[in-house]
Nanobody, 125 residues
C-alpha cells in the first residue's frame, strides 16, 4: 500500500516556524521526487517546493524562497519542509506528493502519482 503521511502542521503566529514531515511507504522512495503543494480555501492548489530523492535537486516557488527549506532523509523515507517567517497568507492545507518531477521545471500536480491527506497550517495572531 502506497502511503504518504504529512504531519507537523498547526497554529502559529505570524513570524513563527513549523516543520512539516512527509513519511513515505509502499513504493521505492529513491525513484520519486517528493513535492509539497498547498491549498487555501477557495484557491487553487499550488506548488511550494520539491526535491529529488535521487540527487537532492530542489525547487522553490518564488513566494517561499528564503523562508522555506526542503530536505530529505532517505534512510527514513521522509521529506521535511521547514517553514520560517510564516505569514497569514501561508495558511493552507499542505500536501506532499510523489511523482516524476523533471529537475529545472516548475512542478505540476499532474506529474505526481501519489498524494497524502494533508496537514493544516494556520498562521494567525
Amino acid at each position: 500500500e502506497v502511503q504518504l503521511v504529512e504531519s507537523g502542521g498547526g497554529l502559529v503566529q505570524p513570524g513563527g516556524s513549523l516543520r512539516l514531515s512527509c513519511a513515505a511507504s509502499g513504493f521505492t522512495f529513491d525513484d520519486y521526487a517528493i513535492g509539497w503543494f498547498r491549498q487555501a480555501p477557495g484557491k487553487e492548489r499550488e506548488g511550494v517546493s520539491c526535491i529529488s530523492s535521487r540527487d537532492a535537486s530542489t525547487y522553490y516557488a518564488d513566494f517561499v524562497k528564503g523562508r522555506f527549506t526542503i530536505s530529505s532523509d532517505n534512510a527514513k523515507n521522509t521529506v521535511y519542509l521547514q517553514l520560517n517567517s510564516l505569514k497569514p497568507e501561508d495558511t493552507a492545507i499542505y500536501y506532499c506528493a510523489a511523482g516524476g518531477w523533471i529537475p529545472g521545471t516548475t512542478p505540476l500536480q499532474e506529474e505526481y502519482d501519489y498524494w497524502g491527506q494533508g496537514t493544516q497550517v494556520t498562521v494567525s495572531s
